[in-house]
Nanobody, 123 residues
Framework: QVQLVESGGGSVQAGGSLRLSCAVF????????MGWFRQAPGKEREGVGT???????RYADSVKGRFTISQDNAKNTLYLQMNGLKADDTAMYYC?????????????????WGQGTQVTVSS
């Protein structure tokens, strides 16, 4: 059974930083695509960024230069380092995994999802 467990969310003032973690069980994160998503109240879920099997990353324009995705294959854990946080970054953050390349996963929807961790940024 595949489980993704996010942690590291919390409340922070604008300009601050948080590091989210996504511990993965029953699935090897280096298999192919891992991603971070977020959903703010009243808004649709949006992609934050993805990391492919060999480490290449892509980010939404809204977070480029502020957020960084990384993974520790030995710990089977995905990370999202968030710097320069803004009030607009307030959302529930989810990690997701897929055995396909990220482009295919984005079109068809990721296979596996975590339960999310809340990030609240006050201005």
């Amino acid at each position: 059974q595949v489980q993704l467990v996010e942690s590291g969310g919390g409340s922070v003032q604008a300009g601050g930083s948080l590091r989210l973690s996504c511990a993965v069980f029953g699935y090897t994160i280096s298999t192919n695509c891992m991603g971070w998503f977020r959903q703010a109240p009243g808004k649709e879920r949006e992609g934050v960024g993805t990391i492919e099997r060999y480490g290449s990353t892509r980010y939404a324009d809204s977070v480029k230069g502020r957020f960084t995705i990384s993974q520790d294959n030995a710990k089977n854990t995905l990370y999202l380092q968030m710097n320069g946080l803004k009030a607009d970054d307030t959302a529930m953050y989810y990690c997701a995994a897929d055995i396909r390349y990220c482009a295919a996963a984005a079109r068809a929807g990721f296979n596996y999802w975590g339960q999310g961790t809340q990030v609240t940024v006050s201005s």
